[in-house]
C-alpha cells in the first residue's frame, strides 16, 4: 500500500466530508467542524492534510491556530481536531503518518505547542495518554 501525504486542495472538500463522516460513525459533526474551520482565520491551509491511496483520500488532519489566554496574554498555540481514517484503512498506520507530518509542518512553521482536543474514550486520546 503505497499511501500519499500531501496538503489538502480544493477539489478535496468533498472527499474530505465523507472521510469524516464515515470515520466518526455517520456523524455531521467532525465533517461540519473542518468545513466551519476553513471559513476563519485560523484555518492554515498547509495543516489541512489528506492520506491518498490510488487516487481516493482514505484519511484527513486538521491542524489549526486557537488562543489560549493566561490572564492578560495571549498564546497562539495549534489545536489538533480532527483527525479521520475511513474505517477499511485503520490501524495501518495512516493516522500515525499524517500526525507526523502534521507536528513537522507545525514545526516548520514556527508552531511549538500543539494541543489535542477529542473525547478521552476515543481509541487516539488512550494511545496518546496511556
Same mark, same amino acid.
Given at each position: ?8 486542495? @480544493?477539489?478535496?472538500? &468533498?472527499?474530505?466530508?465523507? *472521510?469524516?463522516? !464515515?470515520?466518526?460513525?455517520? %456523524?455531521?459533526?467532525?465533517? &461540519?467542524?473542518?468545513? %466551519? ?12 492534510? *489528506? ?15 486557537? @488562543? *489560549? ?9 495549534? !489545536?489538533?481536531?480532527?483527525?479521520? !481514517?475511513?474505517?477499511? =484503512? ?7 503518518q499524517l500526525i507526523y ?10 508552531? =511549538? ?13 488512550? &494511545?496518546?495518554?496511556?
Amino acid at each position: 500500500m503505497s499511501i500519499i501525504i500531501r496538503s489538502e486542495i @480544493e477539489s478535496d472538500h &468533498t472527499q474530505v466530508h465523507d *472521510v469524516n463522516w !464515515v470515520a466518526f460513525g455517520n %456523524r455531521e459533526d467532525e465533517a &461540519t467542524l473542518v468545513e %466551519r474551520i476553513r471559513n476563519t482565520p485560523n484555518f492554515v491551509p498547509q495543516l489541512s492534510i *489528506v492520506a491518498e491511496l490510488d487516487g481516493e483520500i482514505v484519511g484527513h488532519l486538521l491542524l489549526s491556530k486557537a @488562543e *489560549v489566554v493566561d490572564d492578560n496574554n495571549l498564546h497562539e498555540v495549534i !489545536v489538533l481536531a480532527p483527525i479521520a !481514517v475511513k474505517p477499511d =484503512y485503520q490501524k495501518q498506520g495512516i493516522g500515525k503518518q499524517l500526525i507526523y507530518e502534521g507536528l513537522n509542518r507545525c514545526k516548520e512553521l514556527g508552531f =511549538y505547542i500543539v494541543l489535542l482536543i477529542g473525547h478521552p474514550s476515543r481509541p487516539l486520546m488512550k &494511545t496518546l495518554f496511556a
